[in-house]
């Protein structure tokens, strides 16, 4: 039996229990963080350990290499990436998920509330997008506890990419 957050976990970080659920995995320093945390350019304190856990910089870029692989062959949610560009929100999301996971990066894309705004996404949505990240992160071997301290970091922003209530 594993610790992972599973899909229906991860619904309940949707409800009320986002706060305890996300409090199980989360380091504190981490709970204050929102879609796009004030920590660009930041130096390496304790926050940056999951930052390392994932590879540092060369392990997130291999990450969202397979992560947008993934999302793009996902029958469920692939026709909301047609006209992405992908190479660009790779990069985007390497930023990203280094400022969330505490690294010494600077985000400088667009609101996850500005970017999503458009693109009808339901809980669906969300949650295929989630199950691709967990497939990915098994594919590069990040074992289930630095899984789970990703995604309840990004579980928060449901509340801005999530469009179809
Ligand atoms: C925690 C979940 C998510 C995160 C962290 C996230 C993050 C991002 C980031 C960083 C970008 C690039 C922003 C930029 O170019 O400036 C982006 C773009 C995009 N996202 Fe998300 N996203 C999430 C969920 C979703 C979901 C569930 C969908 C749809 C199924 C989605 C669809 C898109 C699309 C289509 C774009 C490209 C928009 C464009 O280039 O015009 N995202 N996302």
Redesign the pocket.
């Known amino acids: 039996m594993t610790h992972r957050i599973s899909y229906r976990g991860l619904s309940l970080a949707f409800g009320t229990l986002a706060l305890s659920l996300a409090s199980l995995f989360a380091a504190p320093a981490a709970m204050a963080q929102t879609?796009n945390p004030p920590m660009a350019g930041a130096a390496t304190s304790q926050a940056d350990t999951l930052y390392r856990a994932l590879g540092e910089k060369p392990g997130l870029v291999a990450l969202m290499d397979t992560f947008v692989a993934n999302i793009v062959a996902d029958a469920r949610?692939a026709a909301?990436?047609k006209?992405?560009?992908v190479d660009?929100?790779k990069t985007?999301?390497v930023d990203?998920?280094c400022v969330v996971s505490g690294g010494p990066c600077e985000?400088k894309?667009?609101s996850?509330k500005l970017?999503?705004a458009n693109?009808d996404?339901t809980k669906a949505?969300?949650h295929?997008?989630?199950e691709d990240l967990q497939a990915a992160m098994d594919v590069r071997g990040i074992p289930f506890a630095t899984q789970n301290q990703l995604l309840a970091r990004?579980a928060p922003?449901?509340r801005d990419?999530?469009t179809v209530k």
């Open positions: 879609a949610i909301q990436f006209e992405a560009n660009h929100l985007q999301l990203q998920i985000y894309g667009a996850m970017i999503h693109l996404i949505d969300f295929a997008l989630v990004l922003m449901h990419v999530i």
